[in-house]
């Protein structure tokens, strides 16, 4: 007998073979499945034939709704890769200081907050889809005025309307791609912007490697405006993928939504139950000046259950950060200097293999969140973290410059991007984007985001000063400890949601003790019951 699956409504899709009797069934349904779910001898194989064809191309669209929906996160991504190379080369040409460099770094995440903040409200207003179109946008403009900037001034410049355009984008695509998605695959489909964040981050990196022989004048503009390609996937994806349906009914546009329902539900059945359901959810909001404003007084004045969705998602996309993986992406060559190694086409080599790091083991995280859940992922990103950033203090801290020092380092800091992208990666945006009520939805994920691109602001620019304070190694140590609450955090205040759908999900918080009594890790599969 093969497993349960749980489909977008709850259901239970028992993997039986055509013809197989199924002895169980719902405690709520005491004839059959719905939809088809239960195979009988009087079963219509041409009918299962057409839901079949019907179910795999729902699934490619969501697919590619998903794919285009994360092309901005390919920006962000590449900035940090491409700027940990770059900045070696822009000290060079354009005579900067070492504070003015932490500065270029971290202005973006500081300035992506502003992004981040206005992203909630642009996107309640002008819908999910256009507000990635105006991330892009901004993003490019950014893009294209560092490419030409003549002086540190006018690079300041283009960081900052970059960095504000990324915070439009790493909002809003995890938002959009879970109200599109079915229950069973919505983890795995909001991971795609992380995919595409580390898919980013090592063509920077691979773009440092291959363009670091030109001229200094030249080199490190020339990695800059190859982030100026992606505006054209970009647009290309904005005429194909509709508008989110919540997002539509909470304009009053049901019609549209239903429509929009209909290419991303398997089950043509669903369909009105999943609308009902966002309905009701909605509250019938209007989306007007007067709804922005009720929903900024609820945030500041939240209920008991809405104030623990905010500590859960702000205390995860903060922790995300704060425990330093954009200062190990961006300051990677910094870091295996101190090392030990000097040629810089062999730092810029070592960069390339954190990056494939990276980007390998988010791949294994995309497999196995809906399989095993959120939870345990965070758990085995967050201690894993701790351990590799105890072992590179220990390195940094105790063995001198070497060939052994470098290879722990290298092999430690490889170690510990693995585990962030296994888990905390990841799951920090797929939990900010399905945990808080629709209506609520788009300006509490941009909060989490605050937090997220506060903490990276801080991180990048202050680790280079902290390093000089306290050493490589006594900043790593500082890492490690702060990993270490965050698996406390984990355990304290972080729910599983796998095998739920959004608005079940506002469910888990309502009471909180009896939440970690009683989580269900495979859906309502526990509904089933052994027929008489």
């Known amino acids: 007998m093969g497993l349960p699956k749980i489909q977008e409504n709850g259901n239970v899709e028992m993997g039986l073979p055509l013809g197989a009797s199924n002895k169980y069934t719902r405690m709520d349904d005491d004839s059959e499945l719905r939809n088809g ?3 009988g001898e ?10 079949m064809q019907r179910s795999k191309t729902t699934r490619k669209y969501v697919f590619a709704c998903s794919v285009f929906a994360s092309l901005n996160s390919v920006l962000l991504g590449y900035d940090v890769g491409v700027m940990s190379g770059a900045i070696l080369f822009i000290q060079e040409d354009l005579k900067i200081t ?17 992004g981040s903040l206005g992203g909630g409200r642009t996107s309640d207003a002008i ?8 991330a892009a946008i901004i993003f490019q403009l950014g ?6 900037a003549p002086t540190f001034r006018v690079l300041m410049i283009g960081r900052i309307l970059s960095g504000i355009g990324i915070g439009f984008g790493v909002m809003i695509a995890p938002v959009y791609i879970a109200e599109i998605s079915p229950t069973i695959a919505r983890g795995s489909l909001t991971s795609f912007p992380e995919i595409f964040i580390n898919l980013g981050i090592l063509l920077g990196y691979v773009s440092n490697y291959v363009f670091s022989g030109l001229p200094a004048h030249t080199n490190w503009r020339v990695m800059l405006a190859v982030g100026i390609l992606p505006s054209i996937f970009i647009a290309f994806a904005l005429c194909i993928i509709p508008e989110s349906p919540r997002w539509l009914v909470l304009q009053g546009r049901v019609e549209e939504a239903r429509s929009v329902l209909l290419n991303t539900n398997e089950h043509e059945a669903e369909v009105e139950e999943r609308l009902a359901e ?9 989306g007007d000046g007067v709804e922005q404003k009720a929903v900024w007084r609820e945030l500041l004045s939240p209920s008991p259950a809405l104030a623990r969705m905010l500590i859960a998602g702000f205390g995860i996309q903060s922790f995300q950060q704060i425990t330093g993986i954009d200062a190990t992406v961006y300051y990677s060559p910094k870091i295996f200097q101190a090392a030990g190694i000097d040629d810089k086409s062999k730092l810029l080599a070592a960069t390339v293999a954190v990056g494939v790091t990276k980007t390998a083991f988010i791949v294994v995280a995309i497999v196995l969140i809906d399989r095993v859940g959120r939870k345990p992922l965070l758990y085995v990103s967050t ?11 220990m390195t940094m801290s105790f063995f001198g410059e070497g060939s052994f020092t470098v290879a722990m380092a290298i092999l430690g800091v490889c170690g510990n991007v693995a585990f962030f992208s296994v888990g905390i990666g990841p799951v920090c945006w797929v939990l900010t984007s399905e945990i808080f009520p629709l209506r609520v939805r788009a300006q509490a994920s941009a909060l989490g985001a605050v937090g997220n691109r506060l903490c990276s602001g801080f991180v990048a620019m202050s680790f280079l000063s902290v390093a000089h304070a306290i050493t490589f190694g006594g900043t790593f140590f500082l890492f490690s400890a702060i990993s270490a609450v965050s698996v406390v955090f984990v355990y304290r205040c972080i729910p599983e949601t796998k095998g739920k759908s959004l608005e079940q999900i506002e469910l888990l918080f309502e009471d909180r003790y009896e939440l970690q009594e009683s989580e269900v890790q495979l859906g309502d599969a526990e509904r089933l019951v052994q027929k008489e």
Do not use: N, P
Not at 42 to 51: G, I, K, L, N, S
Not at 278 to 286: D, F, P, R, W
Not at 383 to 393: A, E, P, Q, W
């Open 383 to 393: 201690i894993g973290m701790t351990v590799c950033l105890f072992s590179v203090g």
């Open 98 to 114: 070492e504070v003015q460099q932490e500065v270029l770094i971290g202005i973006l995440s500081v300035m992506s907050l502003l």
């Open 127 to 134: 819908g999910r889809k256009w507000t990635m179109g105006l």
């Open 42 to 51: 009087d079963y219509d194989a041409a009918e299962h034939h057409r839901q």
């Open 143 to 148: 893009a294209v005025v560092m490419t030409f």
């Open 37 to 39: 779910d239960v195979f």
């Open 278 to 286: 966002i309905q009701l959810a909605a509250g019938h909001g209007s």
